[in-house]
């Protein structure tokens, strides 16, 4: 019933995320500019907090699915994506630290730290192996458990490495320095026009000491702050045993100019690959195998959704960029007339009246807080899929909450996944009710993000009546057998 009451909110949320991109680089129409930056935010606003209400509300109903223990607390680690995965979930928590977590389902500890972040105090555990669209339950025990307790990464210096990345940091929050240490000679950073990887200014002016803000067996996080440009808050994220390179940038305060974060790359004759929304398209002239028209185009900025990947013109190495708050970015030196290929930058917009003074929202409409947070991941050739996968598991972090169920509930008590996906190349991109109700049955949409045509099985946790291919809209199309 809960969530049948906010069907007016999904579909106000609907219209306004429409309603958000219209006209939204110029803010040009019939109303002042003021007016529609304070219309633009109203719509922002409107959309988060259905967003918010319906995943705290989801999170409670979970909670109440799955039997609670009589004499521990427990807690779920719950992965929306379609694929089993590895990750660090950070569940609220201000109890006693003379504890260990055990993973119920493996019947083992798993490694844990405290950590403090903007919501409070946090118990950060590596959630291993989570099922896709399911989750595990882990167990808060007292005493010290049998997990590591080494530290997940080390930093000397401006020297931030673990066992997959070695980066050497500036004291504006930028990297002068990344390697992939399956490839320890190869520096994968370039310095352009100033610029190095997570720049926004080409200098330190301004940046104070590189300080360890959390660490523990799970990750550590340093922290950076620096007036460079703007005064802006740097954190960078290393996971034990990972190859993920977590930046948060908090830009905080008020900005008009024209900002990016600058991204460059010691990578030559590179091929960029970004993911619009709903496509994946090569920065390249169709003359050049790529997907921009030859004439009649504006060339300076490409959409930037989930992902850009830039990789050597020999594709033998490359970096994924995860990109979670922003929406453009700039190839090199391009021009609305001229598209720069042989830069190996990328430099996303962090905001600014990229048209001139007198079009678009002046000031950032006043706003002093910014929260643009990426991620890096050093590979070989690229691969659409593996960069996919990588940004949307930067994006949807593992979702925890207590478990507060009956002892006879109705979920299991150890873990549990709802649908598996046969082919790895096939994405699971929603699971939702259908739009009548769920009592006309729920909808999966699916991505064959490969180059190649693809099959996939799904199969679901219990018995299906029936299932029909649809269209987007869900109207039913025929049949599918089982």
């Known amino acids: ?11 106000q949320a609907f219209m306004d995320l429409g309603l958000y991109w219209e006209h939204d680089w110029t803010a040009d129409g019939p109303v002042s500019r003021d007016a529609r930056a304070s219309w633009q935010d109203t719509l922002a ?18 909670s109440a699915l799955i039997p609670r223990s009589p004499s521990h607390q427990r807690f779920y680690a719950f992965n929306s994506l379609g694929w089993v995965r590895t990750d660090a979930a950070d569940f609220p928590y201000d109890g006693s630290e003379d504890i260990h977590v055990h993973d119920l389902a493996a019947a083992a500890d798993t490694p844990h730290q405290f950590v403090a972040l903007s919501g409070g105090k946090h118990l950060r555990i590596l959630a291993r192996d989570l099922p896709p669209v399911g989750y595990k339950i882990f167990e808060l025990r007292p005493g010290p458990g049998s997990a590591s307790r080494d530290a997940a990464a080390t930093l000397s210096a401006r020297m931030f490495e673990n066992s997959r990345v070695k980066l050497t940091l500036d004291r504006d929050g930028a990297i002068a320095s990344l390697i992939d240490k399956h490839e320890p000679t190869v520096e994968l950073a370039a310095t352009i026009a100033g610029l190095k990887i997570n720049d926004l200014a080409a200098h330190e002016a301004g940046g104070k000491s590189i300080v360890v803000e959390n660490s523990g067996p799970v990750g550590v996080t340093v922290r950076i702050t620096s007036g460079a440009a703007r005064n802006h808050v740097t954190r960078v994220t290393l996971y034990r045993d990972a190859d993920r390179i977590d930046l948060r940038n908090e830009i905080t305060e008020n900005f008009g100019d024209v900002r990016h974060w600058a991204f460059s790359f010691n990578l030559a004759s590179p091929v960029v690959h970004t993911e619009e929304v709903g496509a994946i398209i090569r920065l390249q002239k169709k003359s050049y195998r790529g997907h921009y028209a030859e004439r009649n185009a504006r060339y300076d900025y490409a959409t930037l959704n989930h992902f850009a990947d830039i990789t050597d013109g020999l594709n033998t190495r490359g970096v994924t960029l995860s990109n979670w708050d922003c929406a453009f970015m700039r190839l ?39 929260l643009q947070r990426f991620a890096l991941r050093p590979h070989r050739g690229y691969d659409a899929v593996a960069a996919m996968r990588f940004a949307l598991e930067h994006q949807n972090p593992p979702a925890t909450g207590t478990v507060a169920g009956p002892i006879e509930a109705a979920l299991p008590a150890d873990s549990f996944s709802l649908l598996t996906v046969s082919n790895p190349d096939v994405l699971l991109w929603a699971l939702k009710p259908a739009e009548e109700g769920i009592g006309h049955g729920i909808i999966a949409r699916l991505w064959n993000v490969s180059d190649a045509p693809a099959a996939a099985t799904l199969a679901v946790a219990s018995g299906l009546a029936a299932a029909r291919r649809t269209t987007h809209l869900e109207t039913d199309l025929e049949p599918v057998s089982l």
């Open 1 to 11: 019933a809960a969530f049948r009451d906010q069907a007016p909110a999904r579909d």
């Open 332 to 370: 090199g030196k391009s021009t609305p007339d001229s598209l720069d290929t042989a830069t190996a930058q990328l430099n996303v917009l962090a905001g600014g009246q990229v048209d001139g003074d007198q079009l678009g929202i002046r000031n950032q409409n006043g706003a002093t807080y910014f």
């Open 45 to 62: 606003e409107r959309v988060a907090t259905y967003v918010n209400t319906l995943q705290r509300d989801a999170a409670n109903r979970l």
